[in-house]
């Protein structure tokens, strides 16, 4: 293309008379994008708007490290809260931290509150009354605590017949000796309940229910986490659970028991009125059947079996699609092909029916 031009500039410049020092003047480029230089780059504007983001963050961070003040750190504590309220019932929600309740002599509620490692400030925590109950209620700092690396531990201190309504978003409850009603809720963490003679109420989405000694009613919904009752004074159950196990001795009445996947089994039972169902796992039962009641019990995969007592009396319907059925008892008026099971044992009392699609059906008697 040089070559062109100077070519192009030649024919069009005047011919200079041979032999003159008449210098030849250079034409102007025409005025087309062709011609025109590339524009100069605008510097700054980007370099600016990370610089102005860096100081921004910067000041956030500052901001953050001031209002934390003194550290807690190398494994040290310090006491939040330490007070004493008139009340019957406690209250608390918390987002993280380990809950602990026990009773003790003194008519009133105490709540401690220590903080393990992290910095001051971090986390509030406020205790108030209204009528007989004492509320808990904490916060963290919310869009600043960003770094926070603290902990909380909360121990309640409540007289015999207290009642207790505990939350925590991620921590461990444990709750021994209330005379009283108790409901507990966390999402991630497990939970531990003994002695209790006010009944109970359970909700974790994951974490194992670990309960002993626990009297009253009890509902148990659990996503993820096996639940365990031993010793059992429970007058009626509901308890469901996504993927655990369920593994209960020490109940009897109207039972509600299901589990998508996970074994059910319930011993050391009086007077059941069952519902029970799972969709992957087997179904254990060692008790007695409440006379007049209706009990219905379903496996999709897994094999189902009840011992009971060798008074018992039902009317027994039972059928498998993939599976063998055997019953201990006598059956009377019955009729007997394969894949059914059905008869009268004793007189009749209860109504017993079962089915499972992939698994076997035994009644043992006892």
Do not use: H
């Not at 031009?5 to 041979?18: G, H, I, V, W």
């Not at 087997?282 to 059947?289: A, E």
Request: glycine fraction near 16%.
């Amino acid at each position: 293309m040089a070559d062109q031009e100077t070519y192009d500039r030649t024919l069009d410049a005047p011919a200079a008379l041979e032999g003159s020092a008449l210098p030849t003047q250079p034409r102007p480029l025409p005025d087309e994008e062709y011609y025109r230089g590339a524009p100069e780059p605008r510097r700054g504007g980007r370099a600016g708007l990370g610089i102005a983001l860096l100081l921004v963050g910067l000041l956030l961070l500052a901001a953050q490290l001031l209002g934390r003040g003194l550290s807690f750190g190398g494994g040290g504590s310090a006491t939040l809260v330490d007070q004493t309220l008139p009340g019957s019932r406690i209250e608390l929600s918390t987002s993280s931290g380990d809950v602990q309740v026990r009773t003790w002599r003194g008519p009133d509620i105490r709540v401690e509150v220590t903080q393990q490692g992290g910095s001051s400030g971090e986390y509030t925590v406020d205790v108030s009354r209204a009528g007989d109950t004492v509320r808990v209620v904490e916060s963290s700092r919310g869009m600043f605590c960003i770094f926070c690396s603290g902990s909380l531990r909360y121990q309640i201190s409540v007289p015999d017949a207290a009642q207790a309504d505990i939350k925590t978003a991620s921590g461990e409850i444990d709750v021994v000796g209330l005379g009283g009603a108790v409901a507990l809720s966390t999402v991630s963490g497990d939970v531990r309940a003994e002695d209790l003679a006010g009944g109970l109420t359970v909700g974790t989405t994951s974490g194992e229910v670990r309960l002993n000694d626990v009297a009253g009613q009890l509902s148990v919904t659990s996503i993820s986490g096996d639940v365990k009752l031993e010793d059992g004074k429970v007058d009626g159950a509901a308890v469901k659970t996504t993927s655990g196990e369920i593994d209960l001795s020490g109940v009897g009445g109207a039972l509600d028991l299901g589990s998508v996947s996970g074994d059910i089994s319930a011993a050391d039972a009086r007077d059941g009125r069952l519902t029970v169902a799972t969709t992957s796992g087997g179904i254990r039962y060692d008790g007695s059947l409440a006379r007049g009641g209706a009990n219905q019990i379903s496996s999709i995969s897994g094999e189902v079996r009840l011992r009971l007592p060798a008074e018992s009396g039902f009317r027994l319907e039972t059928s498998t699609v993939s599976g063998d059925l055997e019953s201990e008892f006598d059956l009377s008026g019955g009729a007997t092909s394969r894949g059914a099971l059905s008869g009268v044992a004793g007189d009749g009392g209860a109504t017993l029916n079962i089915s499972t699609t992939s698994g076997d059906i035994r009644i043992e008697r006892r």
